[in-house]
């Protein structure tokens, strides 16, 4: 599952920046305005790494967590910038906010793009969570898991 979404979430490990931002950093500045800790920093925290590390409160805690410190509240360019920290942030989120979901554990995999991108993909058809449930089944397949794979959590 992690896997699956990092290559979604990363462009197949291409971006570490949202690409939306980089062509409308006017809306993301609206859609990511800092609320806590970033609010006095004048910094931008939208997506950045691979999975998509987004919102102050995130970059707060994974900085926290990962350094004792606030340094990805002062410079959010390094998850983008520092390949290392975009998988360790990736880690980070992936063990702090997907994988103790109920659904996730269960195999779930609608359950960790919900915990990942939640009404934006969730709810209803939609293309973006198709795909991401098709890179987890080629990935399955690619690795010799034959099991039967669930997408329950997200658009169905």
């Given at each position: 599952?992690f ?11 291409k971006?570490?920046?949202?690409i ?59 998850v ?15 063990g ?8 996730v ?5 609608g359950?960790?793009?919900?915990k ?28 010799g ?12």
């Amino acid at each position: 599952m992690f896997l699956a979404q990092v290559w979604h979430e990363s462009g197949a490990l291409k971006y570490t920046k949202e690409i939306l931002c980089q062509e409308n950093l006017a809306k993301c500045k609206v859609d990511y305005a800092p609320k806590g800790p970033g609010a006095s920093t004048g910094k931008d925290y939208y997506g950045r790494g691979y999975i998509q590390l987004t919102h102050d409160y995130n970059y707060d805690a994974a900085s926290k967590d990962l350094f004792g410190d606030d340094r990805l509240i002062k410079d959010p360019d390094q998850v983008a910038t520092d390949k290392e920290l975009a998988w360790r942030t990736a880690a980070w989120f992936w063990g702090k906010n997907v994988h103790p979901d109920p659904g996730v554990q269960e195999g779930k995999f609608g359950a960790s793009t919900k915990k990942i991108n939640g009404a934006l993909e969730c709810g209803g058809p939609n293309e973006k969570a198709k795909k991401r449930f098709e890179f987890y089944t080629t990935i399955m397949k690619a690795i010799g898991d034959t099991s039967p794979l669930v997408e329950a959590g997200c658009y169905n």
